[in-house]
């Protein structure tokens, strides 16, 4: 058991290119993790990993032994879940990615009960607005809000969420209320954009009586977490393009108002990617019929 623990270890220090990171997601101290690969390194008597100032990468012996030893972790999984299939019982561990807005909003306030209701199955939350590759970190399932990205992967769809764009009322005082589409570029505002490498959002379409209109607005600051995005226009600093359930709240006291409501933007699709393959363990499919049926609850509170 030992041997197989430090496999594990070993697997996820390399995905997540951490010692602390690799032993936080098994909840093992970075003591224990660290002790763990210099037993797996003293056993196939080779060096595993080099560090750098930034983080660990394997060695070539590292990167040979990694592809052998996650496949071997991920039929081990496989294995664990046929025989909570066949129990009835599901049991191990949950890894699931959520942008931040949907992740804190509706994913988080779930997966307490979820857990609840499956006492042996133990989640791991992983919220980031930067789009992840499931694969490379080997997660089980991502949220996604947007447009979904071409994949080999399946997508459950949850719902449409309508957009919309909306400002505090004494940004709109300072800066002027757009009338129409392009002028959001024309008056110069200051569009707050969620950006990071290889990011979607350089541009807004807007849904206008012609057709989509796309629109390369630009502002003076951007930010690669969502609800930066949301402080920013609820302090008057400019126009968000938001989810109406991130916003409506908001809406609703008058902190912030819509902006061009009749061209909104492009409603987002929110649902559930996940490989094919997850969809024969037990545990993971009731986690995403789960959160399929009780999000929606949450979205039109």
């Not at 300072?174 to 008056?187: M, V």
Request: hydrophobic share 40%; net charge positive.
């Amino acid at each position: 058991m030992p041997y197989l623990e430090s496999i594990k270890v070993f697997v996820r220090v390399v995905e997540l290119g951490s010692i602390t990171s690799g032993g936080r997601d098994l909840r093992l101290t970075p003591a224990v993790a660290s002790k763990r690969i210099k037993e797996l390194e003293t056993r196939l008597g080779a060096r595993l990993l080099n560090r750098t100032t930034r983080k660990l990468v394997p060695t070539e012996a590292g990167r040979l032994f990694y592809e052998q030893a996650r496949t071997v972790v991920a039929a081990l999984e496989d294995a664990e879940a046929s025989l909570a299939g066949f129990s009835g019982q599901p049991r191990g561990t949950i890894r699931v990615t959520a942008p931040l807005g949907v992740g804190r909003r509706l994913v988080a306030p779930l997966v307490p009960r979820f857990c609840d209701l499956y006492p042996e199955v133990d989640v791991r939350l992983r919220l980031s607005d930067r789009r992840v590759d499931l694969f490379e970190e080997e997660l089980d399932v991502a949220f996604v809000l947007g447009t979904p990205p071409d994949s080999t992967m399946k997508l459950r769809k949850i719902a449409e969420c309508p957009r919309l764009l909306c400002a505090a009322p004494a940004y709109l005082a300072r800066a002027g209320t757009p009338q129409r589409p392009q002028d959001l570029i024309a008056q110069n505002h200051n569009c707050l954009l969620l950006r990071f490498p290889r990011s979607p959002e350089y541009f807004w379409v807007l849904e206008t009586p012609e057709g989509p209109v796309k629109l390369e607005v630009s502002g003076r600051f951007d930010a690669d977490e969502g609800d930066v995005l949301l402080n920013w226009a609820l302090d008057g600093h400019g126009i968000v393009n938001k989810p109406l359930f991130e916003v409506a709240e908001h809406l609703d006291t008058g902190r912030l108002v819509p902006v061009l409501a009749d061209t909104p933007p492009a409603p987002s699709v929110f649902g559930i990617l996940y490989p094919h393959r997850k969809l024969q363990d037990p545990k993971v499919q009731r986690f995403i019929d789960f959160m399929v049926r009780h999000s929606k609850t949450l979205m039109t509170r």
